[in-house]
């Protein structure tokens, strides 16, 4: 209402001032010459609207930064009003672009990528993530269908077919090693965004979980198997069966027993080592009475068959869990005299290390172990000699062991070893594990 009144209020206002001064002049100068003045007046308010109008037109090409024109009455009311427009839409726009831009850097920083395509599937925009999982480059290929540039079939038959919620795993020819989890999200008219995530690594871990669970079955099946063989024939024959025969028959289905009960405490072992909290530096572990233990344990173990020693140089006590100590340094001897012949030669001793440190090492003069053995020798159920291992009470699990309760302290496991010769493994602790003051 205001800006109509405005117009007409000023409009008015100029035609009444016209009137007055024209019959103001009427009985001075005549009818012909106030009738004359009144045009002219006119004339020149047409003048007056036309030019305004023109600045107007000019303004309205460069609102943004030119400044207002300057005009009277009426006009005066429509540039201010005008500019007030203006500024409200710049700011508007400017509010607008912050926020696409920081959408864009926020989708740029994700890990996953995004690509928006269009009800054609061709490329409307693509963010870091998603240029390094699909081999794509953004700049060249935006305005291009996908299914040109990444034309894996599974991918080109997930996208153009039905749409599912399911996720698709695939891995790209681009990249040999990377397995992608792929998902269509449908957005606005029959647009579409690709999401892709780099699942290499729970890929992986879910290979090893059922490779294990496929280890621990086989090495169970084996001994339980053997076990109830014994048991079916002891069932079925134990009459006619010499009372040697089936005391033997008793005694190889004991050893498979205790086999699979070894395997079970190793597997308990592990998790607990897996999942329980770090050990603490609170409890000091005397290395001496540790080490006399595990000495006399080792001359149970090899019962006479080796010549097995002892020397004591190191720190006198480590902070950490003895338990878990225990277990990692016996597997170390155990393993040393398990895998020497008989006549060989076994020698523990616990050192100083550089730097302060401490080390535990194991020398064997038994059968070694070829080079291309070692990186693997602490993954679960590897052997370099299956029979053997098993032959000898191993598990395959003593070096996972080791590995983790050595980590838990750590400290790190070194391997040297030259097959036929014997081999050395030594526990190193960091100088932060010994226990100062001495005990
Ligand atoms: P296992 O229960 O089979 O001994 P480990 O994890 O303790 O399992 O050891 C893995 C493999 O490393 C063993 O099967 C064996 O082949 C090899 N190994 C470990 N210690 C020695 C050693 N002192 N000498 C020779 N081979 C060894």
Known sequence: MRPARYVWGGFGGALIAFLVVALACWPLFGATAALLLFVALLGALFFYHLRSLKKLVLWTREPIGTPLPQAFGVWDYVFADLSRHARRSLNQRDRLAQALARFREATSAMPSGVILLSAENFIEWINPAAELHFGLDGERD????????????????????????????????????????????????????????????????????????????????????????????????????????????????????????????????????????????????????????????ALALSAGRHRITLELDGPVGLRGSRKELHSALLNLVSNAVRYTPEGGEVRLRWNVAAGGGARFAVTDTGLGIEPHHLPRLTERFYRVDRGRSRESGGTGLGLAIVKHALSRHQASLQIESTPAVGSTFSAVFPAERVARPVL
Do not use: W
């Open 142 to 297: 935006t305005g291009k269908p996908i299914t040109n540039l990444v034309r894996q079939p599974d991918f080109v038959a997930y996208l153009t077919g039905e749409r599912t919620a399911e996720p698709l795993t695939c891995r790209l020819a681009r990249h040999a090693g990377m397995v992608l989890s792929i998902q269509i999200v449908p957005f606005g008219e029959e647009q579409s965004m690709v999401l892709s995530r780099d699942v290499t690594q729970f890929e992986k871990l879910e290979t090893m979980r059922r490779d294990f669970v496929a280890n621990v079955s086989h090495e169970l099946k084996t001994p339980l198997t053997v076990v109830s063989g014994f048991l079916e024939t002891l069932d079925e024959m134990l009459d006619e069966l010499p009372p040697e025969e089936a005391r033997r028959y008793l005694r190889l289905a004991t050893e498979q027993a205790g086999r699979m009960q070894h395997l079970v405490e190793d597997l308990l072992e592990l998790a607990a080592l897996e999942t329980s909290a770090a050990a603490s530096y609170d409890e000091t572990v005397e290395m001496g009475p540790l080490l006399d233990t595990i000495m006399n344990e």
